[in-house]
């Protein structure tokens, strides 16, 4: 049985249209409304008929809905969650696609006290935004963790996690505050790195001038994806998860120092071994399957 028979998407940007289309693709049934705070992004999903219908306030859109999905940037959960408070049907669940947890919780849960609010997080998207980005196929073979706070009911988590299987994701549930330190790592960090490296080289003219462009071939294209993601929704990020961002900040300033260290005194076997091991990782996460499964992925969208 499907979990839910109408669902409201606010928010219909690359993750938003993304769901919508993946439920089109896999659960036709299921009657799909959108809204977005910006008329335009509205205008471009009715003219890409994105939803069945695409409601002119956020109270609207959630009339009838048995889920609401909050696809904000995670600055916004609180705002968006309080636009639906007074039309939201008390049987409704919400969740939300936020890529940091604890601070989005707090602000749905200010704004929606009585609601059953089931956080997850689809590890899955691009460096591009807006409805037009989004594809069905996003969220195939990827990871969607769900979060769910203590004392959550266990039927709604059940629901939310069959919703994700559907739409091709491998679910997983997390304590929120664990969720926030996992992705500081393995998804924030390597986002901050790659905006301060593009950064970096521009920033070093003379070095550069146009070599940045023409030799953008080799390994700094592929920094140059990741540091062309959303200001926003990274502004976001960064200043929602400050903590677990600082604290695995700090881990990688050493680690970049004790390699620097290395570099200088020409301790070759240190920067072998470590080399060495991460090439073992790499190997290991195709073994295992974990690559991205899609062959163009990141291409084919850019
Ligand atoms: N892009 C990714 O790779 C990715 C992956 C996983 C999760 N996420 C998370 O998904 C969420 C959405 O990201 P996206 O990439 O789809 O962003 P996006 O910029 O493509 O879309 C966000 C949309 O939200 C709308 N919006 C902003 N405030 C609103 C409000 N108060 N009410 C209604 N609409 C509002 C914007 O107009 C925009 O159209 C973020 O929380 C992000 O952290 C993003
Ligand atoms: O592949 C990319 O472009 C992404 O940045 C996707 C990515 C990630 O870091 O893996 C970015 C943020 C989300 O919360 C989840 C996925």
């Keep these: 049985m499907l979990p839910f028979a109408r669902v409201t998407i606010l928010g219909l940007g690359l993750i938003g249209s993304s769901i919508a289309r993946g439920i089109r693709q896999h659960m036709p049934s299921v009657r799909?409304?959108?809204?977005?705070?910006?008329p335009s992004v509205r205008a471009t999903a009715?003219?890409?008929?994105?939803?069945?219908?695409?409601?002119?306030?956020?109270?609207?859109?959630?009339?009838?809905?048995?889920l609401v999905i909050l696809c904000v940037p995670v600055g916004a959960m609180?705002?968006?969650?309080?636009d639906i408070a007074a039309d939201l049907p008390a049987d409704a669940i919400v969740s939300d696609v936020g890529s940091s947890k604890g601070s989005v919780i707090e602000?749905?849960?200010?704004?929606?006290?009585?609601?059953?609010?089931?956080?997850?997080?689809?590890?899955?998207?691009?460096?591009?935004?807006?409805?037009?980005?989004?594809?069905?196929?996003?969220f195939h073979h990827r990871w969607?963790?769900?979060?769910?706070?203590?004392?959550?009911?266990?039927?709604?988590?059940?629901?939310?996690?069959?919703?994700?299987?559907?739409?091709?994701?491998?679910?997983d549930t997390m304590e929120p505050g664990h969720h926030d330190r996992v992705l500081a790592v393995t998804s924030h960090l390597?986002?901050?790195?790659?905006?301060?490296?593009?950064?970096?080289?521009?920033?070093?003219?003379e070095v550069t001038q146009s070599e940045v462009i023409k030799y953008s071939a080799g390994g700094f294209r592929d920094f140059t994806r990741i540091a062309a993601s959303d200001p926003t929704m990274w502004r976001d990020i960064f200043?929602?998860?400050?903590?677990?961002?600082?604290?695995?900040?700090?881990?990688?300033?050493?680690?970049?120092?004790?390699?620097?260290?290395?570099?200088r005194w020409g301790k070759g076997d240190e920067l072998f071994e470590l080399f060495s091991r991460t090439r073992a990782?790499?190997?290991?996460?195709?073994?295992?399957?974990?690559?991205?499964?899609?062959p163009d992925f990141g291409r084919s969208h850019e």
Excluded: K
């Design 32 to 38: 799909v409304t959108g809204y977005d705070a910006d």
């Design 46 to 66: 009715v003219a890409i008929d994105l939803c069945d219908d695409v409601a002119d306030s956020a109270g609207t859109s959630v009339i009838d809905a048995d």
């Design 78 to 82: 609180g705002a968006a969650a309080a």
């Design 107 to 138: 602000a749905v849960r200010a704004a929606l006290p009585d609601a059953t609010f089931i956080p997850a997080h689809p590890v899955a998207g691009t460096e591009n935004s807006g409805p037009t980005a989004g594809f069905a196929s996003l």
């Design 144 to 171: 969607c963790i769900i979060t769910p706070p203590e004392g959550s009911d266990s039927l709604a988590v059940e629901r939310v996690s069959e919703f994700w299987r559907r739409l091709g994701a491998t679910v």
């Design 190 to 205: 390597p986002h901050l790195i790659a905006y301060t490296i593009v950064g970096t080289a521009s920033d070093l003219e």
């Design 239 to 263: 200043l929602s998860n400050r903590e677990a961002v600082l604290d695995m900040l700090q881990r990688f300033t050493e680690d970049l120092t004790a390699l620097q260290r290395a570099i």
């Design 281 to 294: 990782i790499r190997r290991s996460i195709i073994d295992q399957g974990q690559d991205d499964a899609r």
